[in-house]
């Protein structure tokens, strides 16, 4: 399970039912650690978001991909998914540290 900006995400199925049940919260959705960063999927296993996580940089983007396609990535996030992720609170140096607490909590 990793947290990114107060909103947890599960590796699997039974982190994400367990934590229906949890007093400090249920899950937003899944992660999926890749090579480059993190990919952040909705409660549906759908992809929202990609984290990226490079030697020098780490900042989030919105990203989807459709069955059996490849994914795709927008250069910065959306206003839908900053609100999504309470990212829009946030100024651009917050949403960096979110973006490397996310990145630590799975290498």
Do not use: P, W
Not at 15 to 23: D, I, K, P
Not at 44 to 70: C, D, H, M
Request: aromatic share 14%.
């Amino acid at each position: 399970m990793i947290t990114f900006n107060g909103n947890k995400f599960a590796k699997t199925e039974s982190e994400f039912t367990n934590s229906l049940f949890e007093s400090d919260g249920t899950c937003f959705g899944y992660y999926r650690k890749v090579n480059g960063g993190i990919k952040l999927l909705d409660h549906n296993k759908e992809l929202f978001a990609f984290i990226v996580g490079r030697k020098y940089e780490s900042f989030i983007v919105s990203a989807t991909q459709k069955k059996g396609e490849r994914a795709r990535y927008m250069f910065s996030t959306s206003s839908i998914d900053d609100k999504k992720l309470g990212l829009d609170k946030l100024d651009y140096s917050e949403v960096i540290s979110a973006c490397k607490h996310a990145l630590k909590q799975v290498s």
